[in-house]
């Protein structure tokens, strides 16, 4: 139980273009959702907070016109890299924790498999 | 504010020897402390956690810790390493104010050596 799935695994996109990755908890219902970073043989840096039916909440240095994040239902949360460019490159990881009385537990968060971002 | 020091971005261990991964977190509030692991181009895997109760914690893969307040410490330890856990460690540290942001250490390459 308490699976978080990302789509698609790994991506490779022209420069300007956008990409669009998919984080579903797949036995639980998230109403929070996080987004982090990930660069080659570094830590996980947090992006952005991923509430349903409201805004996001994004962290210091994150710009949110450079990376919307849409939390559709419980179940969903997508991130959009506008006009991506090289630097956007990286591996993007969500992650979400449970809601009280679920399958998963509350003070844990549950990690999707990863989106490999590749910009040309 | 939160932080958490691994100490020792390398650590090498021979197969069958004790695994020890060092973490130091600081919090001005209760904390929850998690160790993950992390395979390459994956996604993170919860090893074990301390929330409340018993300070030595129990996870899969034959980990555990202890969460040692005065020490401000959660190191990770296994008796006997496998080549199976060389991989990346993650300790993490979150607040029990409801937010549940993880705050990561720089992470710990584990090699086992044959």
């Known amino acids: 139980g308490a699976v978080v799935s990302q789509h698609p695994s790994w991506v490779i996109c022209k420069s300007g273009t956008s990409v669009k990755i998919e984080c579903r908890s797949l036995?639980?219902?998230?109403?929070?959702m996080f987004w982090y970073r990930q660069f080659p043989k570094q830590s996980l840096m947090l992006m952005a907070t991923?509430?349903?039916?409201?805004?996001?909440?994004?962290e210091q240095g994150v710009e949110k016109d450079k990376f919307l994040i849409n939390h559709a239902s419980l179940t969903l949360s997508t991130l959009t890299v506008t006009s991506a460019h090289p630097e956007d490159s990286s591996f993007y990881i969500c992650?979400?924790?449970?809601?009280?009385?679920?399958?998963?537990?509350?003070?844990?968060?549950?990690f999707g498999p990863g989106t490999r971002l590749t910009v040309l | 504010a939160q932080s958490v020091t691994q100490l020792g971005s390398h650590v090498s261990v021979s197969e069958g020897a004790l695994v020890l991964l060092r973490c130091n977190y600081s919090?001005?509030?209760?904390?929850?402390l998690f160790w993950y692991v992390q395979y390459p181009n994956q996604g993170l895997q919860l090893l074990l956690k301390?929330?409340?109760?018993?300070?030595l914690v129990k996870g899969i893969n034959g980990f555990e810790a202890e969460f040692k307040k005065s020490e401000t410490s959660f190191h990770l330890t296994k008796p006997s390493a496998h080549m199976s856990d060389a991989a990346e460690y993650f300790c993490?540290?979150?607040?029990?104010?409801?937010?549940?942001?993880?705050?990561f250490g720089t992470g710990t390459r584990l090699k086992v050596l044959a």
């Open positions: 919090s001005s509030v209760p904390p929850y």
């Open positions: 993490a540290v979150s607040s029990t104010s409801g937010t549940y942001k993880y705050i």
């Open positions: 301390y929330t409340t109760g018993a300070t």
């Open positions: 036995d639980f219902q998230a109403t929070t």
């Open positions: 991923s509430n349903e039916g409201s805004k996001a909440t994004y």
């Open positions: 992650s979400a924790p449970g809601l009280a009385g679920g399958l998963a537990s509350t003070d844990t968060q549950y």
